[in-house]
């Protein structure tokens, strides 16, 4: 029991309702971009209003690249498990490693009969999630000589063949209360998933002891056992939440923590401001050494302060983080605002100091700017080649179909969707949660904020006249003009802001802190 040293993960519990499937995916799109490392859907098939999980997983891990995936939890009784370890491989395999299968033994057992189902007591429930794990394995095992067989008493392979492998051992996760199940857990399972509104206080810890034990018994290190948390929503003050949840990984072993999101704003709020702090506590408690208590949430916030400035130095020495440089080069006849009006923040003093946590918040910043500024570039060039003519040769389009896209007016279009799609990401996280922010531990910085928040409306419909001039481009090749204008007038627009957002805000993240690492930006 207490602490099993696993690295701490975050990821969210969508709630898979048939009538806002949009919504549903857009918050899951959105997990990726703020940081999560699991989205998860629970897995209710005989309810109508409900998407089925592993459409739904589907479908999302196609418009994802990094977030993992896993239902919670799959029932079994009405997942054939033979059937469902090649659904989880497949999905493993096209999504590239992302796959977790969370499973039960089955709740709802009138639904689940009236669905075609077995109903099971609880003594056979369990004992068909533990064969039904035993099936998964088997036919996961691609590597196994010959047909992979089974006998057991609620399922059986007689000869099936064996595979795909997953790309990655996927894990199994169950979800589990009582004694029995805990011990199947301790036997077989890579991690425990249970749900706070079904415990009582010490229930964790008696869980522990019991899925402890029976993987001594089993010959299994406990450790290896991950500890997941359905946490439910959450709206206590951020450092209250952080603080219990760093209790939880240290005294419960709690490696994974589930949140139940319905709001785009509380979910990026949770991403930003609780789970860099639980991260942070619980590094800190281990670096003390065994039994250490965690350290006051935010205490860290202050870090170590660099050395005292030299005299004569500037802010941007003292910081060590160089803000991008407006070079003031415009290729539009059109402005997309007057510079001259923009407020700017006060400078520091000598006396301010920064942390290396805050240095690498502000090059976090910069580092999405400059992703942005590379597809810009990107964006620019395809659009030299289509004006020269160059895309008519093989190899402009073997160079396109190394950028995954084809060698047509299409490509152009589909290429600035991409890039315009991660510009208004970058923003939406910004204006969700950056800004009010930096507002609310500086109120001096609003001027600021408010014109960057405008900006970003600016370069929203610059986006949108990319997005007409590439209609008109599609239907008149021979007219560049409208395109060509377009893209330079984004392009002034862009990094014109960038540089002024760098340079009136890397200083205060870098001061004040934000974590924007756990909100990266997915190409």
């Avoid at 399922?155 to 011990?183: E, N």
Wanted: with cysteine.
């Amino acid at each position: 029991m207490g602490d099993y040293g696993h690295n701490l993960e975050f990821g969210v519990f969508v709630e898979p309702a048939a009538q806002s499937a949009d919504q549903v995916v857009a918050l899951s799109v959105l997990a990726e971009e703020a940081g999560y490392d699991l989205v998860s859907f629970t897995d209710h098939p005989y309810s109508p209003r409900s998407l089925d999980a592993w459409t739904l997983m589907s479908f999302v891990a196609a418009r994802t690249g990094r977030v993992r995936l896993s239902a919670n939890v799959l029932s079994l009784p009405l997942r054939p498990p033979a059937v469902l370890a090649q659904a989880a491989a497949s999905l493993d395999i096209l999504s590239h490693g992302r796959a977790e299968l969370g499973i039960g033994a089955g709740i709802a057992w009138d639904a689940i009969e009236a669905m075609g189902g077995r109903r099971l007591d609880p003594g056979d429930s369990v004992e068909a999630l533990e064969e039904g794990i035993h099936v998964i394995r088997e036919l996961w095992d691609a590597g196994e000589q010959g047909s992979a067989r089974f006998e057991g008493k609620h399922y059986r392979l007689a000869g099936a063949l064996r595979g795909p492998a997953p790309v990655h051992d996927i894990s199994i996760w169950v979800g589990a209360f009582k004694p029995r199940m805990l011990r199947l857990v301790g036997r077989l399972a890579d991690g425990w998933w249970p749900t706070t509104a079904g415990l009582k206080p010490g229930d964790l810890a008696a869980g522990n002891a019991v899925i402890d034990a029976a993987a001594a018994r089993a010959g299994r290190e406990p450790h290896a056992i991950r500890r997941l948390l359905n946490l439910g929503t959450v709206d206590a003050p951020a450092r209250e939440t952080a603080a219990e949840l760093a209790r939880l990984a240290l005294e419960d072993g709690i490696g994974t923590f589930i949140v139940t999101v319905n709001d785009p704003r509380a979910m990026v709020d949770f991403a930003s401001e609780v789970a860099p702090r639980v991260r942070e506590a619980v590094e800190e408690a281990r670096l003390s050494g065994p039994g250490a208590q965690p350290a006051p949430v935010g205490a860290a916030e202050a870090g170590i302060s660099a050395p005292a400035a030299a005299p004569g130095e500037s802010e941007d020495e003292r910081l060590g983080v160089t803000p991008t440089p407006d070079k003031a080069v415009r290729l539009s006849d059109r402005a997309p605002w007057n510079a001259s009006t923009r407020p700017r923040r006060d400078r520091s003093g000598p006396e301010v100091s920064y942390t290396d946590q805050g240095r690498r918040v502000s090059k976090q910043l910069i580092k999405v700017h400059d992703m942005l500024r590379g597809e810009l570039s990107d964006l620019r060039d395809i659009v030299r080649q289509v004006h020269d003519g160059a895309m008519q040769a093989g190899d402009a389009r073997a160079a396109l179909n190394e950028m995954a896209l084809r060698q047509n007016d299409w490509t152009l279009g589909a290429f600035c969707a991409r890039y315009c799609n991660a510009v208004t990401q970058h923003h939406g996280i910004e204006d969700a949660s950056v800004f009010p922010h930096l507002a609310r531990r500086e109120p001096q910085l609003k001027p600021v904020i408010d014109r960057l928040t405008e900006e970003h409306q600016v370069i929203h419909d610059a986006i949108q006249e990319v997005d007409r001039a590439l209609v008109q481009h599609m239907t008149r090749p021979e007219n560049h003009d409208t395109i060509q204008g377009a893209i330079d007038y984004l392009t002034d627009a862009l990094l014109s802001h960038l540089a002024y957002e760098e340079q009136e805000l890397v200083e205060p993240l870098a001061r004040l802190g934000f974590y924007p690492d756990q909100v990266p930006v997915r190409n």
